[in-house]
């Protein structure tokens, strides 16, 4: 049954407002645009060696040293939007690499809201503005006015489908309606909307276990069994912080098995590596962490913590400095780069290389 009132409800806004509050933002650990003012020093790409450090990206192997991933610059930046956030990466076959982000002015005066925009690049370091993938709707009252949050899965029939979160705007804080939707493409490049909502919430369908579904990784498992890791929270406990959830389908169309993967953690990214799956989340806004899978379903009980640096070594905290929003992929060589969002500018999406 949808929640429409009494004690609830107040509990609801209550809890986020205190988060928004903690966040520095406007929304439940999820999705906030980045502020303007700057919090990191060298904004400035730097000038040397470019190329992607040597080395192993696969699980620790037992020693206690913090994994860490320096800022490198930036991979993409904009003279036309008010921030950029959430960028997901895919190799081409062709060796190129193209990302998709969500863009827009969300939380400016006059606000139009987010859509989600692409770049390409030959060497996964420096991208170029492609265009407008997928147009949000005109309507503030859509459920599409706001769609960011892409995740691209190469399927086995060689087309691709994004899947995206969605809402409409919201009217009052801590008001966010966020869903799943999806498009597809046989290209890579051009995406159509697809009929339908994938993973839906309590407040648009009363039997959905779900009152938040927002912004995840999808990708198939060693099985061929296809597995979403997503923000979410369960209509069971609506007043907490975002958990990472997990769901699993077997066409990429139909979820269901909702479970909680790992508590207050949110905005995943899952890659693909020689020996099985390697997943990046952040953790509230206190830290990020790491997680290793064989066969992408079975996960360990905790993440293992990681940290971001910038340029002077000085580590970067999602409170402090916005990191999260973690993107990534795998280069030709076989190392992973890791793209996130980040204060100052907001305009800009940086890129990390392993330490």
């Known amino acids: 049954m949808m929640k429409t009132g009494g004690v609830s409800s107040v509990v609801v806004v209550l809890v986020v407002v205190v988060i928004a509050v903690a966040a520095g933002g406007t929304y439940l650990l999820l999705t906030a645009p980045r502020a303007s003012t700057p ?3 060298n904004q400035t ?3 040397g060696d470019n190329n992607p450090p ?3 990206n696969h699980p620790p192997t037992g020693d206690n040293q913090l994994e860490s991933w320096v800022l490198g610059g930036y991979a993409l930046q904009s003279a036309t939007d008010a ?8 190799r081409l076959d062709d060796g190129r690499y193209r990302m998709f982000y969500g863009a827009g002015d969300y939380g400016a005066e006059g606000s139009t809201g987010t859509s989600i925009k692409s770049a390409i690049s030959s060497d996964g370091i420096t991208f170029t503005t492609e265009g407008t993938v997928l147009q949000n709707a005109a309507s503030e009252s859509d459920s599409e006015w706001d769609i960011s949050g892409p995740s691209v899965v190469r399927l086995p029939d060689g087309r691709y489908r994004m899947y995206y979160q ?3 705007k919201p009217q009052q804080t801590g008001e966010y309606k966020f869903h799943v939707r999806s498009a597809i493409s046989t290209d890579g490049e051009n995406f159509t909307k697809e ?3 994938r ?3 309590e407040y648009y369908d009363s039997s959905s276990p779900l009152t938040l579904a927002g912004h995840g990784t999808y990708f198939i498992a060693s099985d061929n069994t296809y597995v979403a890791i997503f ?3 369960f209509a069971t406990d609506p007043t907490g912080p975002s958990d990472l959830k997990k769901a699993t389908s077997s066409d990429g169309l139909t979820w269901g098995n909702f479970t909680t993967l790992y508590e207050n953690w949110h905005d995943p990214i899952v890659l693909k590596v020689d020996n099985g799956y390697r997943m990046y989340a952040t953790h509230l806004l206190t830290k990020e962490g790491a997680a290793f899978s064989s066969d992408g379903k079975t996960w360990p009980s905790q993440m293992t913590d990681i940290q971001f640096e910038n340029q002077n070594g000085r580590v970067l905290s999602p409170s402090r400095d916005g990191i999260g929003d973690i993107g990534g992929v795998v280069l030709t060589n076989g190392n992973i780069r890791l793209f996130t969002n980040l204060k100052g500018p907001p305009q800009a999406i940086p890129y990390f290389d392993k330490a």
């Open 231 to 233: 923000s979410g929270n």
């Open 166 to 168: 969605s809402m409409p």
């Open 199 to 201: 993973i839906n919430i």
């Open 45 to 47: 790409p730097p000038t």
């Open 54 to 56: 040597s080395g192993d």
């Open 83 to 90: 921030y950029l956030q959430m960028a997901e990466v895919i």
């Open 39 to 41: 919090a990191v020093e």
């Open 195 to 197: 009929n339908g909502v």
